[in-house]
């Protein structure tokens, strides 16, 4: 299967603690895009990887988030101090733009719980 | 900003029955449609997708039909199986926006029963 991964799937921690998501994305995809899903509700955009080069993050991402994408191949989406409010699933997806058609493909997500 | 609207669920249906689920969205461009499904515990997979008004996206019989002039893409299925029970994601993404980030509705919970 070479569709995107993610690790761990399931992530439980206390709060203040700091943790660290993997994304694998699909080998050939120049595109990484990080989501993240609350319950009931929709993904939320948080930011992006043009090959190893981070374009665009979103106002959700706090400062105490960050992400890597080095040498363009797989990315880490840190939380330090982590809040209740951090809790949710978060999605990765790659994607690999042609033209003006760019379709993302989602990996398992991590669900993060902070206790 | 852009945005989309889905029927809320849950939509609860027996075998064989025919499924139509709305979705609406607000775009001051061109977007691309997609459709994704959410089987329970796991990420979102595409179920299909339109990239320019009058196209007709298809895949294990749902279709859904990109229509510019009333700003929707409502997803339907002739005859809806038990294993299609999962929750449906509406999205759209802008190709005036260089990021192409996917902006989606709130999902619509679906239930067949036997």
């Known amino acids: 299967d070479t569709g995107v991964s993610q690790d761990p799937r399931h992530k439980i921690t206390k709060r203040g603690q700091n943790v660290t998501f993997r994304c694998d994305p699909i080998?050939?995809?120049?595109?990484l895009y990080w989501y993240r899903q609350t319950l009931g509700q929709g993904p939320e955009f948080l930011t992006y990887?043009?090959?190893?080069?981070?374009?665009?993050k979103s106002r959700l991402l706090s400062d105490r988030f960050s992400a890597e994408r080095p040498k363009g191949s797989f990315s880490t989406l840190e939380i330090q101090r982590t809040e209740q409010g951090d809790s949710a699933m978060y999605l990765c997806?790659?994607?690999?733009?042609?033209?003006?058609?760019?379709?993302?493909?989602f990996g398992p997500g991590t669900r993060l719980t902070v206790l | 900003g852009d945005s989309v609207t889905q029927m809320e669920g849950p939509v609860t249906l027996s075998e064989e029955a025919f499924l139509t689920i709305n979705c609406t969205y607000t775009?001051?461009?061109?977007?691309?449609l997609f459709w994704y499904v959410q089987y329970p515990g796991e990420g979102l997979q595409l179920l299909l997708k339109?990239?320019?008004?009058?196209d007709k996206g298809s895949n294990k019989g749902f279709e859904a039909t990109y229509r510019k002039e009333t700003t929707s893409f409502h997803l339907e299925k002739g005859s809806v199986q038990v294993s299609d029970s999962a929750v449906y994601f509406c999205?759209?993404?802008?190709?005036?926006?260089?990021?192409?980030?996917?902006?989606f509705g709130s999902g619509t919970r679906l239930l067949v029963r036997p």
């Open positions: 997806a790659s994607s690999l733009l042609a033209g003006s058609t760019d379709t993302q493909y």
């Open positions: 080998s050939e995809h120049n595109r």
């Open positions: 990887f043009q090959n190893e080069a981070q374009l665009e």
């Open positions: 775009a001051t461009g061109y977007p691309s």
């Open positions: 339109a990239t320019k008004a009058d």
């Open positions: 999205a759209l993404s802008d190709r005036r926006d260089s990021s192409y980030k996917l902006i």
